[in-house]
Structures are given as structure tokens and as C-alpha cells.
């Protein structure tokens, strides 16, 4: 067995195990996935340290600064607690902090040059199990076949909104199919497109279907290419979000839901959830000017310090997870969010070479974990990784294809003395490229 297929098998291991492997009947813990992923992500990073660079392939690694300056400062967090004498030891906030080095495993997957298709077959693999097996646990209600069955579940929405378990592989599958469907306008794309679309639908989450709606909105308004058509879709499409949606018995449910919840606040003179916790976590809880640079560090819930931290989030509705940006500069501090938002807008506004997809995922992350908690969670954060590596494989693979054009120019130059205009065009298709 080659290195290579045994960095596969193990990172395949570890996205399983950070979604719990789908805890068909609740049969593997919490705890025991846990114990899995942590254990094959630390054999991935010894398998890439103990590989010499001379026996390693380079590859072009686009988000490698900015990575590793996140990983400095959410080293340097761990000691916060300690420093700040909160009631939690070293120990269990490493044990906390661990999560969070999965971003690490972006530098061992890039060195070990993993190709773009076995992404894709994982994300669509995983994406085909969660969809199935949310299926399974609609169709088995009360009973929670899949996932934990103390798992909220809520009927507010117009459904029975269960928790979809790799739902964060479906939104990026969701954006594969999009960007695929631009490029080549196939049937297949667009058919995932719709499954896709569908299921996020009924999730029943407003924020993803707002932004995805939005995205395949963008997709629809590049692709055609005559203004009076864009015009008339354009208009055709507010026109029925405002005549049409608002009759559609989910998206009633949603928008009642939504205008409850603002009754209940100002009935008990009270702020927004999401305003207060971006308040707590942005702006209060910081005891010296040092955690609002460098974090307070990741709270666990095996000490004194992170149950105080549960027990008044519960007792004042200020939850981590309503909050991402916010939540991630409390843990971590300012200059880990700046390197988080480097890397973002490195994949958003890419100098040179660009990913569709890079640019749909991270505007996504951005955007989303404004009000909620993506930036926090350890299966959105592989998610992250492995989207960094498609950016970086078809960078690379750009690259490879541009290189020959231009030395084949170098090597007619001369011949070419005197057809200067035939020169300087050819030029002007390179710098466009």
C-alpha cells in the first residue's frame, strides 16, 4: 500500500469520524469519534513531517502563510486561561483546542499533492449518506434512527425539522453543482443542483436558503448573456418573491416564524439572540486588554471555568454557535480572525488564478457565520480544508497548462523580429490569461 492511499483511507476516516460516522442507532459516542478523528488526524501529521521535502512532490500552496499564522495564534490561546487564572488547567484546554489544528491537515493533504477527484468522490459519497439517512430518520420518526436521538427537532417551520447530519457537505456539493453547471450546462450538474437545493430547503434554515437562493440568482444573471432576458428573469424573479413565495406553505411558516420571534422580543423589551451574543462575545466578556488581542482560549466543559461560561450563555440566550465571527474572536482573538479573513478573501479575490468554487464557499463562510456557528464547528472546519485544496489543485493545474505557451513565445521571438504586431497580440492573450 502506497503512502499516498493510506493518507486517503485515513483523512476518509477522520471526516467520518467528525460527523460521529452518522451514529446509526446511537451506537458510537461521542467521545469514541472523537478519540478516531484525533487519532487519524495526528497520523497524518506524523506521516507529513516524517516525509523528507526531497522525496515529496512540491506543490503550490496558496493559503500556507496565512494558515500557519492562524494556527500561531490559536497555539497561543491555549495558554489564555492559564495566563488570565480562569478556573480550567493547560491540559484541558489543549484537549479543547485540538478541533481546531485540523486546518494543519490542509498543509499534510497539500504535500502529499492528493488529486481534486478524490475530494469530489468524498464529498458526493458523504453527501449521498446524509441525504439518505435523513431520509430514513424522516420516515422513521419519532424515532432518531441516525444521529442522537436527544437531538432537538422542532415543527415551527412547516415540517419536522430534524437535524441533517454532514449537512455542511451537502452545501458544498450544493456549490460544486453550481459552479460545474456554469462551466458546462450539463443535465447531471443540474440535476444535483436541484437535490441539492431541495434538501436545504428542508432544512428549514433561513440563512443557507436565503444565501444559496442567492448564489443560483448570481449563477443565472452570468450565464445569460443578453440584458433584456436578464431583465425580464430579474423582474420575474422579485415579482414572485414577493407575489408568489410568500404563498408557498414553508417559506409562510418561516416568514411567521420570523415575525414571532420579533414579537416576543420587543413584547419582553428585549434584544435580538444573535445582537446580544455578538455583544457578549465581541465587545464584554474579555477580562484584559491582552484576551481581546489574544483570545480566552477554548472553554471545556470538564472544568469549573468552561461550566460557568455554559450556564450563563443558557441563563442569557448568548450562544458561541448563533455568533461564528464573534465566538471565533473570543476563543481565539483579533489577529487569528484577521488571518481567518485573509484567507477567505484570498479565495474571494484571488490575484491571479481563481476557483468558482473557492469564491462561492468562502462567501458563504463568511456571510453565514455572521449568524451562525461554521467557523467553530470541526466538521465545517474539513470542510474548509478540502475546498482549500481544490483551490489549490486548479491554481496548480492553471499554472502547468499556462507555462508551455509562454516559452514556446520566448523561443518564436526572434523568428518573429519583424511581425511585431503578431508578437504583441499574442502577448496580450498571455496577460489576459
Known sequence: MSITILIKILFTIYCLATLSFFQ????????????VSYTAMIVILFLAISQSSESMVRHQSRFGAPLRSLLFFIG????????????????????????????????????????????YRLIFAITTTAVV????????????????????????????????????????????????FKEKRSKRWLLLLAVCYTVILFSYTRQHIAVCSLFIFIMLMSIIKRKLIRFTIALALIASSIFIVP??????????????????????NRENVRISAAKYYGYEAFKTPYNRVFGNGVPSYHSKWGDE????????????????????YWQFGLFAVLSMGIICCMAIFPKKQHSLLGKYYFSWLMITSLINGALLYQYEIVVTIIVMCIIDYENEHTIKVSHPVKRVVRKNFWASLYDWQKVRREQKILERR
Open 24 to 35: 446509526p442507532f446511537n451506537i458510537v459516542g461521542a467521545e469514541v469519534a472523537k478519540a
Open 76 to 119: 497561543i490561546s491555549i495558554f489564555m486561561p492559564t495566563i488570565s487564572f480562569f478556573d480550567q488547567s493547560l491540559s484541558a484546554t489543549f484537549v479543547a483546542t485540538i478541533p481546531y489544528f485540523s486546518y494543519s491537515l490542509y498543509l499534510a493533504l497539500r504535500k502529499f499533492g492528493i488529486e481534486k477527484s478524490f475530494f
Open 309 to 328: 461560561i455554559k450556564r450563563y450563555a443558557d441563563t442569557e440566550h448568548v450562544y458561541m454557535a448563533d455568533v461564528g465571527w464573534f465566538g471565533f
Open 133 to 180: 439517512t435523513h431520509l430514513i430518520n424522516l420516515y422513521t420518526f419519532p424515532l432518531i434512527s441516525f444521529g442522537v436521538p436527544e437531538d432537538e427537532y422542532e415543527f415551527e417551520r412547516g415540517g419536522v425539522r430534524l437535524t441533517i447530519i454532514g449537512f455542511n457537505f451537502v452545501i458544498v456539493a450544493f456549490l460544486i453543482a453550481l459552479t460545474k
Open 247 to 268: 404563498k408557498i406553505t414553508l417559506f409562510q411558516q418561516l416568514i411567521k416564524l420570523t415575525l414571532e420571534q420579533r414579537e416576543r422580543n420587543e413584547y419582553a
